[in-house]
């Protein structure tokens, strides 16, 4: 089992950047695949990004594609998701998940509490 906390969110302006950070604990984060998910009021839980194990491999959903970068460093128990040039429509609740699956699912094993992300225009 894994637990995670999610911190770095806030409130940035349009063209803005902003950088997340998830730290798990215990001793299994590298064995698994990670994942970045956001849900909007009222609108489904997103996929945004995931990474492999031993992050050689990305995926990004479309809409963030040039702006975001995932990276995780398995020897402090963190990922991390790089935000750049902020839209409006990026406001969301931010969620770092563990799994085993690798894919564009936003479906996961665990997940953290999450972090308001806020994009004013």
């Known amino acids: 089992q894994v637990q995670l906390v999610e911190s770095g969110g806030g409130l940035v302006q349009a063209g803005g950047s902003l950088r997340l950070s998830c730290t798990a604990s215990?001793?299994?984060?590298?064995?698994?695949?990670m994942v970045w998910l956001r849900q909007a009021p009222g609108k489904e839980r997103e996929f945004v990004a995931t990474i492999t194990r031993s992050g050689g491999s990305t995926l990004y959903t479309e809409s963030v594609k040039g702006r975001f970068t995932i990276s995780r460093d398995n020897a402090r128990n963190t990922v991390y998701l790089q935000m750049d040039s902020l839209k409006p429509e990026d406001t969301a609740v931010y969620f770092c998940?563990?799994?085993?699956?690798?894919?564009?699912?936003?479906?996961?094993?665990?997940r953290g509490p999450g972090t308001q992300v806020t994009v004013s225009s």
């Open positions: 215990g001793r299994t984060f590298s064995s698994y695949v």
């Open positions: 998940a563990a799994r085993s699956g690798w894919g564009y699912s936003a479906n996961y094993d665990y």
